[in-house]
């Protein structure tokens, strides 16, 4: 059968399964779009640019599926730049389409021409200037295959105007991606299962270091096994929430600059160190050069080029995680370890009456408490999308996730205003799902034009906006090491109820923590998008606290209330 | 130290670009990358010479595998291997001058390509140290002008027999709007 380029295009993403895609239209991309109608597709016409390459971003975590964004030339094209270099950070597998300006006119400065191949390449897993109808099914049954590939990423595929439509039969037989077999090929100085299983059976201290690799590989059950028999604690990335439960008892918490003091000191006392899907960021490692000095390292990562990057290690393992323990699991002899649980335990110290939550209400509302009443109101089974800034690491520290992918946030790439577009990408992928979006007042104002997607699009989505008026985290930073000199950090913004309502949403303004549970169960009742603006404490601050760049064990800890007031 | 990698790519648009934006964006300073075809038609190689460590060697090859195009990567810093450059290098040198240019040629066994009246060019392909030492030689006769291609480099032997078949596939036809680069270096 003879199709049009713009034809081709759609029958290639149904015979992807894409059932949505999230994009706006314009100039180059208008034969795309006019083929559309014809297909069982449901387009979700975003406010701006970069809230398409959020959504599919959003339902790429969500779901495990490949999100599609799809845009015009030029400022279309530039505006998703944010949202795929989000993705490529996160691993997360979105493929986007732009159109392209006539391939006569190319390089030609044509109205909205420019060179986003070019602009992405550093950016995606790889991307693909299609200028001729016959390419464009081969070109789009490889993107979903190299999205989906390894380590997941983004892959932009830019299809010139007259590629769209012009008419070519199609074989899809033909079409099908050849990938280089070199992919997966084991390469001189990769690691062996047998010295990590040595490393792991004679340790006497050893501790999981869980990322966001396990949720991507579905290896969850087998990292729980491997914890349990060898009787191992599990450390988590920011990313790595919801890949083991928060409320399982070998899980210690969150590493990193604003994880659990116990935490990062077990991995500064640790022997062994069993890093399973995570890259050592410089946000868990704090200074390399003293960190986990005592400890043997294993790293087992399916990108290869993770390995001996930041961290040196003993044992490099380049293999899809599910697949490795797999092999390891019956290999390991059940080990008691309760001398170092009992170590750990008693590192936690005084944490409990330094935590905010056991704090008695002194009558401000802080964010902890917001967050940690919305855990318990939506029994910690909301898919909860954050944006970045203090609310988003308060989210991490006082929801408790206990299943994967029910924390969706920008770790790798730290995008403000991520959030809501991402939740409508999320509410898309599963729309059974409670979905809250919890955001900053700052991050909000960046994307808020999306209320009216998720209004057009009827979705239940509520959002709570942590409003301090302050970029919070940026001002906590000043306030800790630049003297308290808040340049650029106090922010306004609008009457956000008022902003909701004139989107025909629902909104309600709490002062109050006995406001809270009340706004709460109101926005839950309505099945409709709600907004609830929680005026909290303005000059608050995250801890526990790992300054950029200071040892992973010099936390700037809680306050104590016994020698400080809570008011403080 | 600096290591030598020969590199395998899929001879399509825009792949050398791919190849030097990948060293830009990872902090790996180039020393030298030339390009050219190879016996397999669609693939071509490039020696990529990179002042590196052990550890950047291979992260450095596992993120040369990470690009599509690219098929194969050897890192033959170690191994048995030919490494030629080859130069072409143009003296200003005239009567008595020119005997000596000539005398000089024929001990590093380089040849004589072109002869104007003010000035002479020379080919010589050898390594780096031998085309170094030669112009070393030239200079006090006036070296006017100098390329060189940077090394190419190949394992002795047939350690690496394996062959890379031509690969079709998404935009395997090479397209006439995005010029594609077959021969080059840097």
Request: overall charge negative; proline content about 5%; some cysteine.
């Amino acid at each position: 059968m003879t199709l049009t380029g713009a034809q081709i295009l759609w029958e290639a993403l149904v015979r992807e399964g894409v059932t949505d895609v999230f994009g706006y239209p314009g100039g180059a991309i208008l034969p795309a779009y006019d083929a559309m109608l014809a297909y069982p597709i449901r387009h979700v016409l975003v406010r701006h640019e970069q809230g398409a390459a959020h959504m599919a971003d959003g339902f790429a975590r969500a779901s495990g599926r490949v999100g599609v964004a799809i845009a015009t030339s030029g400022p279309g094209a530039t505006n998703m730049v944010t949202g795929i270099a989000t993705a490529m950070m996160d691993s997360s597998p979105i493929v986007c389409i732009t159109g392209q300006v006539g391939s006569r006119l190319i390089g030609s400065d044509a109205f909205q021409e420019t060179d986003i191949t070019g602009i992405t390449l550093p950016i995606t897993k790889h991307n693909y200037l299609v200028t001729g109808v016959h390419d464009i099914a081969p070109a789009i049954r490889e993107a979903f295959a190299i999205a989906r590939a390894g380590r997941p990423g983004p892959v932009l595929i830019d299809i010139t105007k007259d590629a769209q439509q012009a008419s070519a039969e199609v074989d899809w037989d033909a079409a099908a991606p050849r990938l280089s077999e070199a992919y997966d090929d084991a390469l001189p100085g990769d690691g062996d299962a047998h010295d990590a299983l040595a490393l792991i059976a004679t340790a006497e201290r050893p501790l999981i270091l869980a990322g966001h690799g396990i949720v991507q590989a579905g290896a969850e059950r087998q990292v729980r096994e491997l914890a349990e028999r060898a009787g191992i604690p599990i450390a988590v990335t920011l990313l790595g929430i919801g890949g083991v439960p928060a409320s399982h008892p070998l899980n210690m918490g969150m590493m990193g600059m604003h994880g659990e003091a116990w935490v990062n000191q077990a991995i500064q006392e640790a022997d062994l160190l069993i890093a399973l899907g995570m890259r050592f960021d410089d946000r868990v490692t704090g200074n390399l050069k003293t960190y986990a000095q005592t400890a043997r390292k294993i790293h087992v990562d399916i990108d290869r080029a993770e390995l001996n990057k930041n961290v040196r290690v003993d044992v490099a393992i380049a293999r899809d995680l599910r697949a490795a323990l797999d092999e390891w699991l019956p290999l390991i002899t059940p080990r008691d370890r309760a001398g170092w649980l009992a170590r750990i335990h008693a590192l936690k110290g005084d944490a409990a009456v330094r935590d905010i939550q056991n704090l008695p209400d002194d009558g401000h509302l802080y964010a902890a408490h917001v967050i940690n009443d919305l855990w318990r109101l939506t029994h910690g089974d909301a898919i909860v999308v954050t944006d970045v800034g203090q609310h988003q690491m308060w989210e991490a520290q006082y929801y408790k996730h206990d299943t994967p992918r029910s924390l969706i946030t920008s770790g790798g790439l730290g995008t403000m205003g991520f959030a809501l577009p991402a939740a409508i990408g999320a509410k898309i992928a599963c729309p059974d799902k409670e979905v809250w979006v919890v955001v900053g007042d700052g991050g909000f104002q960046m994307t808020m034009c999306e209320l009216a997607t998720a209004v057009q699009e009827q979705l239940d989505i509520n959002v709570a906006i942590i409003n301090n008026g302050y970029l919070g985290m940026v001002r906590q930073w000043q306030e800790f090491f630049y003297d308290k000199r808040y340049a650029a950090t106090p922010i306004s913004g609008p009457d956000f109820a008022r902003l909701a309502g004139s989107f025909g949403i629902p909104a309600a303004v709490v002062k109050t923590r006995a406001e809270v549970a009340g706004a709460v169960e109101a926005a839950r009742r309505q099945k409709r998008t709600a907004v609830i603006d929680f005026q909290v404490e303005q000059e608050d601050t995250v801890y526990p606290m790992v300054p950029a760049g200071a040892d992973l064990h010099k936390m700037i800890r809680r306050p104590s209330p016994i020698v400080e007031t809570a008011a403080d | 130290m600096l290591h030598t990698f020969a590199v395998y790519v899929d001879n399509k648009p825009g792949v050398l670009n791919r190849v030097a934006s990948l060293f830009r964006r990872r902090a790996f300073n180039i020393e030298s990358l030339t390009v050219g075809h190879t016996e397999t038609d669609g693939v071509s190689r490039m020696t990529v010479v990179v002042d590196t460590d052990e550890y950047g060697a291979r992260r450095l090859e596992a993120h040369l595998y990470k690009l599509v195009p690219c098929r194969r990567v050897d890192n033959i810093t170690h191994a048995p291997a030919i490494a030629r450059d080859l130069a072409l290098i143009k003296v200003a040198a005239t009567g008595e001058a020119r005997t000596h240019v000539m005398q000089l040629v024929d001990v590093y066994r380089a040849r004589i390509v072109d002869v104007s009246p003010e000035s002479m060019v020379i080919e010589t392909t050898g390594t780096e140290d031998k085309i170094d030492s030669l112009v070393e030689v030239l200079r006090p006769y006036g070296v006017v002008e100098m390329v060189r291609t940077g090394r190419v480099a190949m394992a002795r032997g047939l350690v690496n027999g394996r062959r890379i078949a031509p690969r079709t596939g998404a935009g395997a036809a090479a397209s006439e709007v995005n010029g594609d680069i077959s021969s080059c270096s840097v």
